[in-house]
């Protein structure tokens, strides 16, 4: 099982970014993927979480309208396409992956066991 985040950087508060995240060696139909944060000194945080046949797609609040999370299933790869970068959503991203976590459980980092390298996003103000 492999998880293989790329994309990230340095871009300027207002512009976009969009990462990746090639997934192989899992392929079960109720499959969930998500995207984390971490900002230097706190805690990892939800972004976004989506079921593979996207029955369900989750945002948190602080990014919500911003970004938006999908899933190209002929390349395996999940994105969150960010827009309106603001200096807050600098942050290491991590993608993660799981088989059957519950609706109730997807924005919390426990419910996935496969976890995919942090890249570094840096929004300059």
């Known amino acids: 099982v492999q998880l293989q985040a790329s994309g990230g950087g340095l871009v300027q508060a207002g512009g976009s970014m969009r990462l990746s995240c090639a997934v192989s060696g899992l392929t079960f139909s109720n499959l969930a993927l998500a995207w984390f944060r971490q900002a230097p000194g706190k805690e990892r945080e939800f972004v976004a979480a989506r079921s593979r046949t996207g029955g369900y797609k989750y945002h948190a609040d602080s990014v919500k309208g911003r970004f938006s999370i999908s899933w190209d299933n002929a390349k395996k790869t999940v994105y969150p396409e960010m827009n309106s970068l603001i200096a807050e959503d600098t942050a290491v991203y991590y993608c993660?992956?799981?088989?059957?976590?519950?609706?109730?459980?997807?924005?919390?980092?426990?419910?996935?066991?496969?976890w995919g390298r942090g890249t570094l996003v840096t929004v300059s103000s």
């Open positions: 993660a992956a799981g088989p059957g976590v519950i609706t109730s459980r997807t924005r919390v980092p426990d419910a996935y066991g496969y």
